[in-house]
């Protein structure tokens, strides 16, 4: 995790380094920010606005919260100028998964497996090849999910963020937030005890 109060000097100063150091760590909770907001066509040029605002505004950087919700509140500005400007609408529908879901009564209820599907640890040249298409699999039931859910899910298992955070981003409600991670979830879950029962996607 970066250090704020160590970086920002750095920061500040124009060292090269701390930006590359601050690009590589919060680009993927940005970007998806971004696509939650925009949807796929727009997010990369949501970033991209956004690191240069982020450059403009850096020494009026206060520190009231952290660099990485600041830099997250600039995408999330950004991303909702961006979609006024293309009178988009988000879409919040709620596709249906590869295979169906899975009953609620898999998970506790901060949203962890009761019970997680096996794990391979083998290394053989079968199983490294289960490996693989798993995780195709797997990509492939993320690519299937909404936006909402794909982004929730990202920015809460990925990078870490509360959800009071992601509802403040997003400008949606707790339980909104709630049902969309829960729905995304499921839906991984279900490609995992499917792979896991058939060997196929």
């Known amino acids: 995790m970066l250090d704020d109060v160590e970086l920002l000097p750095r ?23 971004a696509y939650a907001i925009v949807g796929s066509r727009n997010a990369d040029e949501v ?24 830099l997250l509140t600039i995408t999330a500005n950004t991303a ?8 988009r609408e988000v879409l919040m529908d709620d596709l249906p998964g590869p295979h169906g879901s899975i ?8 949203g962890h497996w009761l019970l997680a599907p096996h794990a391979w640890h083998q290394d053989s040249p079968e199983a490294l090849l289960s ?33 009071d955070d992601i509802c403040n981003l997003l400008d949606v409600s707790l339980s909104n937030v709630r049902v969309l991670l829960h729905r995304a979830r499921l839906k991984v879950f279900a ?8 060997g196929q996607c």
């Open 11 to 33: 920061l500040l100063a124009g060292d090269q380094q701390a930006f590359r150091q601050l690009v590589s760590t919060y680009q993927g909770a940005m970007r998806a920010v």
């Open 47 to 70: 970033v991209q606005d956004a690191w240069l605002s982020v450059v403009r505004n850096l020494e009026g950087f206060q520190a009231r919260a952290s660099l990485k919700t600041w």
């Open 80 to 87: 909702k100028t961006r979609l006024k400007q293309n009178r």
């Open 103 to 110: 009953d609620d009564g898999r998970f506790a209820e901060d």
């Open 131 to 163: 490996e693989q298409e798993l995780r195709e699999c797997l990509d492939k039931t993320l690519n299937s999910l909404s936006q909402l859910q794909g982004s929730v899910l990202m920015l809460r298992e990925r990078q870490g963020l509360e959800l």
């Open 191 to 198: 490609t995992l005890e499917h792979f896991e029962e058939t």
